[in-house]
């Protein structure tokens, strides 16, 4: 069975960091591109970052680009989200997401863990 | 502002049909598959149609999608209380270089 668990969400000030960490298991994760993907509250879904399988390969929207880093270590099945320069707007429930393919690109998500979540106050 | 346009909310009594629409353009649906997710309140989202049409196993034959040019559909055919939740469509958008989300639609069963 796929299980993705979400660690990390926290309240933190605005310009704050943050590293988000998502644990996989049930799955060859190495063989596999995974995804980030957040919900303010009360909002819909936002893409907010792919890598692929080996790590070679990232995307970002441009609301994120520059200021978050995803990464992953498939040696602990573990991903990641460096998040900095933090804003209100980025409060969210923040969910790892598995996708079909390897390479993250023109794929689509399959499996999502529970999220965790994240505000950004003062 | 979502890319991907749904209507707000839909409704409909137990066993009636309900479809949803997404509406995009050339550089989103126009070229490439369209996938549809379910979210019951306080809950992850879940995979529902993939590749336009097509249902992962367990979901059931009453739900089905579809798409033409640019606008994608879902369908929920003999509608019952456990299908209350917020639908989203996406897809990846070649000029954005990225994945985008259509803007939800809850469905509510009356």
């Known amino acids: 069975e796929v299980q993705l668990v979400e660690s990390g969400g926290i309240l933190v000030q605005p310009g704050g960091s943050l590293r988000l960490s998502c644990a996989a298991s049930?799955?060859?994760?190495?063989?596999?591109?995974m995804s980030w993907v957040r919900q303010a509250p009360g909002k819909g879904l936002e893409w907010v970052s792919v890598i692929s399988d080996r790590g070679g390969r990232t995307y970002y929207p441009d609301s994120v680009k520059g200021r978050f880093t995803i990464s992953r270590d498939n040696s602990k099945n573990t991903l990641y989200l460096q998040m900095s320069s933090l804003r209100a707007e980025d409060t969210a429930v923040y969910y790892c997401?598995?996708?079909?393919?390897?390479?993250?690109?023109?794929?689509?998500?399959?499996?999502w863990g529970q999220g965790t979540l994240v505000t950004v106050s003062s | 502002q979502s890319v991907l346009t749904q209507p707000p909310s839909a409704s409909g009594t137990p066993g009636q049909r309900v479809t949803i629409s997404c509406s995009g353009s050339r550089s989103n649906i126009g070229t490439n598959d369209v996938y549809w997710y379910q979210q019951i309140p306080g809950t992850a989202p879940k995979l529902l149609i993939y590749?336009?049409?097509q249902r992962p196993s367990g979901v059931p034959d009453r739900f089905s999608g579809s798409k033409s040019g640019t606008s994608a559909s879902l369908a929920i055919s003999g509608l019952r209380s456990e299908d209350e939740a917020d639908y989203y469509c996406a897809t990846w958008d070649d000029s954005l270089r990225g994945y985008v989300f259509g803007s939800g639609t809850k469905v509510t069963v009356l």
């Open positions: 590749k336009n049409n």
């Open positions: 997401v598995k996708l079909i393919g390897t390479d993250g690109y023109k794929d689509y998500f399959d499996y």
């Open positions: 049930g799955f060859t994760f190495r063989n596999y591109a």
